[in-house]
């Protein structure tokens, strides 16, 4: 069986005979045995760590969570610094999140959470900072303020979290380079390993926004309503 | 580059060591050989223990008589009687900074029973624990604005001319430099060794006891390292975690022929021993966890459900999971006092790295996540005080200037390969010093690490690039798991009785 790794400067074919293995197991037998400049991240091999996201024929996966298929081309996060081989800089993407203040700002003591408002955001909390959204999200390629997925993400689950006593704040925060800028294309929620879809969180936090008195800026600056000369909307 | 408090380690001890420390006034820097977010702690799925009695009715003094027990007579009644009394505090806490906890339908926090408890009394997040709680420090600390360092990996402690520590060596990975971070006071949150088992462990691949190889090397005093707790209920092949919780739902252990032969929840040490006995009379073992369910398996044992399907092609919903105990958690560590200071001035311990006598000689499923939050408030609170009151944290900064393990790294030859060697240690010490052990297989384990040091300088690393070097930081760990490992071994031949996780039998 043969994979191809990109490394520093080009693809690197290993041969590889291991039977129903992770992408994981065959990166560290080729380090182990083969090749022991080859540079890549890992801690749990059990999914829930977020070190070895990488791109499996053009498409975000978890290399601890795939199974390798003869020929599969393996290439590090797109939109993120390159370290080595496989390894990001993730410094960047995580930065998003503090911009975008996902955490609980102020303490509800009054919030008395129930099993429902539980599942309001147990999803959102189950996001393990993988980065393959952002790697997938054209928006972050082309925009290095925007917030990006897993941050708005982060968001959401704070402001439909009963115990945040200012989620109008979070929503003030989120006006610039935020919800307005993505364009649900949806690419996110393809890639996430956690079934997230921080498309949808987005849009929730769109209403959110318009009920605290935002409205989308692509509409409200062009006069023209937003809309073309054949009168169909153009955002 | 200067600070206050330096913190080696970003786990669930480190992060919360950080808060308190910041909290009280000090500087505060963090710093991880990986990202903060993906420490072990985010492996966690059971659940954190407090007496909340929110299921059913249970008590601090029943907390304390099980923890107390289950420590065959090694741990501190003062230190667990206060990590049982601050529980529901520590619970409240995460609670009011944002963890998603399950809750019952009543809206209390849900709460489940683990081995050797007497009441339904782990607080958990559905099986996702640790990453909930983990994620929330994380945001809290982005919040308070503690710095940190992510991929710096500790080489050595600083040490002054009187023994003190005054901050560390840091290899920043990226760039491949050495950095010296100076600090009035160091804390340790660096966790545990149980990677020297190599494959035969549910650990992370960065648990391989980096900061307590150095802390010994700085002269700290290590305690119970023979104490290693093997879980029960490792996948077969990969030795990847089916958590605790399983069995604690109602999950059975079976071997071939279709029996039950243990009380599935006895404490750890017990269980392991009974399925260690089943695999050397020629038996499989395996967990039956399909009469609880479809529904309820995916609501509450997703990752399990996954991880089975994943590893082992097995769908625990209508397959028997095959299974193994492997080493999972290691009770001993750094010597610390109830204020979490260690035995050298000016050097603070938490988390699994460190040893506060609450787990002896065999540690509770839950009582883990909770130490990490009751004791890494202890070290940051004690970290800072030691900055604002004592007096030798006002000398400069003049640490001995010695040759570090580093620079005489380059002279080092590549003849024999160290990952080989890796794989066989750990093969060595599940054989030799794992769940059941005898003199003689101990003799041999320390004949074999003797030799292992020895040839160390013919190991050596081939990737000889500065940026990035995954082969140099892997030898680097190497050599750590070697001093470790002469530490458990030692600590095993020393104690001839059997003690909870350390049993031996009578040649
Ligand atoms: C699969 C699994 C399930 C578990 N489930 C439970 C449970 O349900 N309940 C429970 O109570 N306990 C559980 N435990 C145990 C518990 O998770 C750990 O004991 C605990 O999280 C340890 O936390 P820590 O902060 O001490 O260390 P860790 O979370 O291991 O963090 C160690 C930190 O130190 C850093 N570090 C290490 N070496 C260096 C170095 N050389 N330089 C720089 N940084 C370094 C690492 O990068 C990391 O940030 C489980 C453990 C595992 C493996
Ligand atoms: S939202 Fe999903 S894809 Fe994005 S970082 Fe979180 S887990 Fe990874
Ligand atoms: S839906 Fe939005 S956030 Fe998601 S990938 Fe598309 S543009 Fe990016
Ligand atoms: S190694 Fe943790 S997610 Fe793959």
């Given amino acids: ?235 | 580059m200067k600070t206050d408090v330096l913190i080696i380690g970003s786990g669930g001890a480190g992060l919360t060591a950080a808060l308190a420390a910041k909290d009280a006034g000090a500087d505060v820097r963090v710093i991880t050989k990986e990202y903060p977010t993906r420490s072990q702690t985010c492996m966690a799925q059971g659940g954190m223990n407090a007496a909340l009695g929110n299921v059913s009715h249970d008590s601090i003094e029943d907390h304390i008589q099980n923890t107390l027990k289950s420590a065959h007579g090694e741990a501190d009644e003062e230190a667990v009687r206060y990590m049982c009394s601050e529980a529901p505090n520590a619970v409240a806490w995460l609670d009011e900074i944002g963890v998603c906890f399950s809750r019952t339908p009543e809206g209390k926090i849900a709460q489940r029973r683990l081995g050797g408890a007497s009441a339904p009394r782990a607080c958990y997040a559905q099986d996702y624990t640790g990453l909930k709680i983990l994620h929330t420090l994380y945001e809290r600390c982005l919040k308070k604005d503690v710095e940190m360092f992510s991929e710096r990996y500790l080489v050595d402690l600083l040490t002054k001319e009187d023994g003190s520590i005054c901050g560390a060596l840091i290899l920043n990975m990226r760039s491949g430099e050495l950095e010296h971070h100076f600090a009035k006071c160091v804390v340790l949150a660096s966790g545990g060794y149980s990677r020297i088992y190599d494959k035969y462990s549910t650990n992370s691949t960065a648990s391989t006891g980096d900061g307590i190889a150095a802390a010994s090397r700085a002269g700290a005093k290590l305690l119970g390292m023979e104490f290693v707790q093997f879980h029960p209920t490792g996948l077969k092949n990969s030795s990847i975690l089916i958590s605790e919780s399983a069995r604690g739902e109602g999950g059975y252990l079976l071997n071939s022929k279709g029996e039950r032969f243990t009380n599935e929840l006895a404490p750890r040490d017990e269980v392991s021993r009974a399925i260690n006995e089943q695999i050397v009379a020629g038996e499989e073992v395996f967990l039956d966890i399909r009469h609880l369910g479809e529904r309820f398996i995916d609501e509450n044992l997703p990752q399990e459900r996954k991880l089975a399907l994943l590893y082992e092609n097995v769908d625990p919903v209508k397959d028997l999971i095959p299974i193994k105990a492997v080493a999972h958690y290691t009770m001993g560590g750094i010597e610390v006092d109830n204020k979490s200071q260690t035995s050298v001035s000016g050097l603070f311990a938490c988390g699994e790295c460190a040893n506060h006598k609450v787990h002896g000689a065999n540690r509770l499923g839950g009582n883990s996540l909770l130490e990490i939050i009751v004791f890494g408030r202890e070290a940051g609170k004690s970290a800072a005080n030691f900055v604002f009151c004592d007096e030798k944290c006002q000398n400069d900064f003049d640490f001995k200037k010695e040759k570090s393990f580093l620079d005489a790294l380059i002279e080092y030859k590549n003849e024999i390969d160290f990952y080989q060697k890796r794989t066989e240690l750990g093969e060595l010490f599940y054989k030799k010093v794992g769940i059941i052990r005898k003199e003689s297989q101990l003799q041999e384990a320390k004949q074999e690490i003797e030799l292992l040091k020895k040839q160390l300088p013919l190991m050596g690393v081939k990737d000889t690039s500065k940026v990035y070097n995954t082969n140099l930081m892997e030898f680097i760990e190497f050599r750590n798991m070697l001093d470790i490992c002469e530490r458990v071994v030692s600590s095993a031949l020393a104690r001839k009785k059997s003690c909870g996780a350390h049993f031996v039998v009578e040649e």
């Avoid at chain 1, 080859?38 to 969570?65: D, P």
Wanted: aromatic share 8%.
């Fill in chain 1, 1 to 235: 069986m043969k994979v191809h790794v990109k490394r520093e400067s080009d693809f690197v074919a290993y041969d590889v005979e291991l039977p129903d293995a992770t992408l994981l197991e065959v990166l560290s037998s080729i380090k182990t045995e083969q090749d022991n400049s080859l540079a890549f991240s890992s801690g749990c091999r059990s999914s829930v760590c977020g070190s070895c996201s990488m791109r499996v024929n053009e498409k975000e996966v978890l290399a601890c969570a795939y199974k390798v298929q003869d020929g599969d081309v393996i290439e590090p996060l797109k939109n993120i610094e390159v370290i080595r081989d496989l390894v990001v800089n993730m410094d960047k993407a995580l930065e998003t999140k503090k911009r975008a203040k996902t955490w609980l700002q102020t303490y509800n003591k009054e919030a008395k959470l129930t099993h429902e408002d539980e599942k309001i955001n147990a999803l959102q909390s189950d996001c393990i900072l993988c980065g393959s959204c952002y790697s997938a999200c054209p928006v972050y390629a082309v925009n290095e303020e925007f917030l990006g997925p897993f941050a708005l993400t982060g968001v959401w689950k704070y402001v439909s979290d009963k115990r945040e006593a200012q989620p109008k704040e979070k929503i003030d925060t989120i006006q610039t380079n935020g919800v307005w800028d993505c364009t649900l294309c949806n690419e996110c929620t393809l890639v996430c390993p956690q079934g997230i879809s921080s498309k949808a969180d987005i849009e929730k936090l769109r209403m959110k926004s318009t009920m605290a008195g935002y409205a989308d800026p692509s509409f409200t600056q062009s006069f023209d309503g937003g809309f073309g000369f054949d009168g169909s909307p153009s955002f």
